[in-house]
């Protein structure tokens, strides 16, 4: 039997829900965005109850977004934060969004990212990552986050990745009751 081929698409609302030509100078503009699009993807059911985005550090430029797939597309590492990196590496055509004359980049998330999204975090070459509701709200309603430790977050600090946490918190985590409501597996 051949091997299965893979595609990874965002849910078809999505593009025409996001404003790529606006700038986003606030970190709680991007923030803002990114819980948007949550409600908008535990509202349609196309997911679990993260999302993230990808943008230019400094300008405030998107430059790619992520929802959780993992459910949907039976495949266990599309959580937002990776379809993010994902989408961004080919908006930019580049494996790493870290490469000498790029603009800084930035991974923005709803929530604390899990061990895997932690290291992919890491190698996508983003300078910093800005989170939103904690690993403790996830854990809260039945999320497993996985071998994440302080000492995780001082590696990446000490690897040149900035870490903002709490940004939107309490709007963030209504995410996670909202999808609890409306009988969305967790997994
Ligand atoms: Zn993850």
């Known amino acids: ?3 299965p081929r893979l595609q990874v698409e965002l849910p078809p609302w999505v593009d025409g ?13 991007r923030m803002a965005l990114v819980v948007e699009l949550g409600h908008e993807q535990v509202r349609r ?5 993260f ?3 990808v943008f230019e550090r400094d300008s405030g430029v998107l430059v790619a977004v992520g929802v959780n ?4 597309a039976h495949n266990c590492v599309l959580h937002a934060e990776a379809v993010a990196l994902m989408m961004a590496g080919a908006r930019l055509h580049s494996h790493s969004l870290g490469v000498e004359g790029m603009p800084a980049h930035e991974l923005v998330s709803s929530c604390e990212p899990c061990a895997m999204c932690l290291g992919a975090t890491l190698w996508s070459g983003v300078a910093r ?3 939103g509701a904690t690993k403790a709200d996830a854990e809260a309603i039945g999320y497993d986050e996985g071998p994440v430790f302080p000492e995780s977050y001082a590696y990446l600090e000490q690897r ?4 903002v946490r709490q940004v939107l918190r309490d709007q963030a985590r209504t995410l996670f009751t909202e999808y609890r409501a ?3 597996v967790i997994y």
Do not use: I, K
């Not at 059911?45 to 109850?49: Q, V, Y």
């Open 45 to 49: 059911a196309t997911g679990g109850p």
């Open 160 to 163: 040149g990745v900035a870490v």
């Open 17 to 29: 829900f996001v404003d790529w030509q606006r700038h986003y100078p606030r970190l709680e503009d």
């Open 1 to 3: 039997m051949p091997s």
């Open 129 to 131: 990552l800005v989170t």
């Open 69 to 72: 797939m993992a459910v949907p």
């Open 51 to 53: 999302t993230a985005a």
């Open 182 to 184: 409306a009988g969305g």
